[in-house]
């Protein structure tokens, strides 16, 4: 079945140790996402490729970096994670900017 | 930005019982979206409904577009339909409303 995987599904990592959390897609869709869900709120959208253009969103902190190789790859970088950055991240894909956003299960990170 | 409200924060329901959910957004949009969140934390597609009413089984969704709302509909709720539902919108980019929490007791 076609998908967005996700991986790996925890990560815990130390105050101010880089960590990549990364996502796959089957289903060749040229838009990727990533988003940040923390505890009883809403996903909130981090930044997006629509193919090979990167768009962040405004308020989305420095220390978050994204990369995508490839059209089925797509990697969220966190330099030096917080105790704030621990949440659920959710990587999403559409065939385009304003149609079906299929989400992937999620990291979810813990930072100690 | 778009803002986005959905009511009512938390439902609880008795097995059987039927239940509407709703999502007001500020402007017009080019899409909208409904998900299940299950306790694993994953999103589930329920619909994509910029416009129109669909069903799905026991849940259907209306969106009137020109009225800036939609509705969930679930019928003859059970307990595997707890969760959160979140409605989403996008214009420029997805926005997503803060949920309704819904409980369904045996």
């Known amino acids: 079945d076609a998908m967005v995987i996700q991986n790996p599904r925890y990560q815990v990592t130390q105050f101010g140790k880089p960590v990549t959390l990364s996502c796959s897609q089957t289903l060749n869709h040229n838009v990727m996402y990533w988003y940040q869900q923390k505890s009883s709120q809403a996903p909130k959208l981090l930044f997006h490729y629509y193919d090979k253009d990167f768009n962040n969103e405004a308020d989305t902190p420095d220390n978050f970096q994204s990369r995508r190789p490839n059209t089925s790859f797509c990697f969220l970088d966190i330099r030096s994670p917080g105790l704030g950055d621990a949440a659920m991240y959710l990587c999403?894909?559409?065939?385009?900017?304003?149609?079906?956003?299929?989400f992937g299960p999620g990291t979810r990170l813990l930072v100690l | 930005g778009i803002q986005v409200e959905q009511s009512p924060p938390d439902l609880i329901l008795q097995e059987g019982a039927n239940s509407t959910l709703r999502c007001n957004f500020s402007d017009s949009v080019n899409n909208l979206q409904w998900f299940h969140q299950n306790p694993w934390g994953q999103l589930i597609n329920l619909f994509y409904i910029p416009s129109g009413t669909k069903q799905n089984g026991r849940l259907s969704a209306t969106t009137v577009a020109t009225e800036r709302y939609s509705l969930l509909y679930i019928s003859s709720s059970q307990t595997t339909d707890s969760g959160v539902y979140f409605c989403a919108v996008v214009s420029n980019d997805m926005r997503f409303g803060a949920g309704t929490r819904l409980t369904v007791k045996p």
């Open positions: 999403a894909t559409s065939r385009g900017p304003t149609q079906t956003q299929y």
